[in-house]
């Protein structure tokens, strides 16, 4: 067990080793990609380590308890919920054929 972990742990700072060489080469300003070769691209170190935490090879973690929709990231998920609220904009939108962004329940208003 604590070879896995350590070996886990290497890998893991080499591929942060990789990922700082990468920021030096393109610049502050430089897109960074994915150590996983998936072909994502992000601006910040944070990006990337989100998407290797939460989405990289990784089946979504959080579901809606409403309709079962399976989200990546929790604030993804919790946005998605809104849909759900009486009074949501999502009944409306669907009858005027737009499509918004944004959910809200218009009841609070």
Request: contains cysteine; glycine residues 8%.
């Amino acid at each position: 067990m604590y070879l896995k972990f350590k070996y886990l742990h290497v890998y893991g700072s080499l591929r942060w080793r990789m990922v700082n060489k990468q920021l030096k080469e393109t610049g502050s300003d430089g897109r960074i990609t994915c150590p996983k070769n998936c072909g994502s691209h992000y601006k910040s170190k944070s990006g990337l380590y989100n998407h290797l935490k939460y989405e990289c090879g990784i089946d979504p973690q959080f579901k809606c308890n409403y309709c079962g929709k399976s989200f990546a990231r929790h604030s993804n998920m919790r946005r998605h919920m809104l849909v759900h609220l009486p009074g949501s904009v999502k009944k409306e939108a669907e009858d005027d054929n737009c499509n918004p962004l944004w959910f809200y329940n218009t009841d609070s208003q």
